[in-house]
């Protein structure tokens, strides 16, 4: 078996956990849908797709939410609302902590946004150690689409079974797979340490 040379992990429910409901709560207090109302929008919005996508900017993302939701805030108030929702999963940290301090390149691989990203990098020191961040707003794609794939290869140099990849989503994990990565689908960090230690990445002690 190849030795992988470099790690990709995926952020949400990988390296940090997520709650959108407290998102929908904070905007519904200062605009006019129910909690449940935003919290639908979020999950099944084309906006939200195109935020992520890249296809929308910020500014244009915050403008049409206040139309939508009568949001009454500024910009900097719905910031807080929206992108302070995430929570360190501090097991799967310490497992990137010490592949990078083993010398192993470690790069973070999300389906993700401007205002989420700008949140978990001024709040999370772990963000900050990576190699590299390959995130969908920046590229104009989201997994699994083979476009964001293409671009952890050339940002890592590396490919095929040299790529270990960690995530939660079982079609991202596939796509990767496709491309001849070495994958664990992230279910728990217990095994997902596990499945790490037997690459013989990091020591069973």
Same mark, same amino acid.
């Given at each position: 078996?190849?030795?992988?040379?470099?790690v990709? *992990?995926? &952020?949400? $429910?990988?390296?940090?956990?997520?709650?959108?409901?407290?998102?929908?709560? %904070?905007?519904?207090? @200062?605009? $006019?849908?129910?909690? &449940?109302?935003i919290? $639908?929008?979020?999950?099944?919005?084309?906006?939200?797709?195109?935020?992520?996508?890249?296809r929308?900017?910020? @500014?244009? +993302? +915050?403008?049409?939410?206040?139309?939508?939701? /009568?949001?009454?805030?500024?910009?900097a108030? *719905?910031?807080?609302? +929206?992108?302070?929702?995430?929570?360190?999963?501090?097991?799967?940290?310490?497992?990137?902590?010490?592949?990078?301090?083993r /010398?192993?390149?470690?790069?973070?691989?999300?389906?993700?946004?401007? &205002?989420?990203?700008?949140?978990?990098?001024?709040? *999370?020191?772990?963000?900050?150690?990576?190699?590299?961040?390959?995130?969908?707003?920046?590229?104009?794609?989201? $997994?699994?689409?083979?476009?964001?794939?293409?671009?952890?290869?050339?940002?890592?140099?590396? %490919?095929?079974?040299?790529?270990?990849?960690?995530?939660?989503?079982?079609?991202?994990? !596939?796509?990767?797979?496709?491309? /001849?990565?070495?994958?664990?689908?992230?279910?728990?960090?217990?095994?997902?340490? !596990?499945?790490?230690?037997?690459?013989?990445? &990091?020591?069973?002690?």
């Amino acid at each position: 078996m190849i030795t992988p040379q470099a790690v990709v *992990f995926d &952020l949400g $429910k990988v390296l940090v956990d997520f709650d959108y409901s407290i998102a929908a709560r %904070r905007i519904a207090a @200062r605009g $006019k849908m129910t909690i &449940l109302e935003i919290a $639908k929008f979020i999950n099944t919005s084309p906006l939200f797709f195109a935020y992520e996508s890249g296809r929308v900017t910020t @500014r244009q +993302f +915050f403008d049409e939410i206040c139309e939508i939701t /009568g949001f009454r805030g500024d910009l900097a108030e *719905f910031s807080g609302c +929206f992108a302070d929702i995430f929570t360190e999963i501090a097991p799967m940290v310490q497992m990137q902590a010490e592949l990078q301090l083993r /010398g192993m390149p470690a790069y973070a691989f999300s389906n993700t946004n401007e &205002l989420a990203i700008a949140h978990i990098q001024q709040n *999370f020191t772990f963000y900050t150690q990576f190699t590299g961040c390959i995130l969908s707003y920046e590229h104009g794609a989201m $997994k699994p689409d083979a476009r964001l794939y293409e671009v952890v290869e050339r940002q890592s140099g590396r %490919r095929g079974a040299e790529i270990l990849y960690l995530d939660d989503r079982p079609e991202n994990i !596939a796509a990767g797979a496709e491309r /001849g990565w070495q994958v664990i689908l992230h279910e728990s960090p217990e095994l997902s340490r !596990a499945a790490v230690q037997k690459l013989g990445l &990091l020591s069973r002690a």
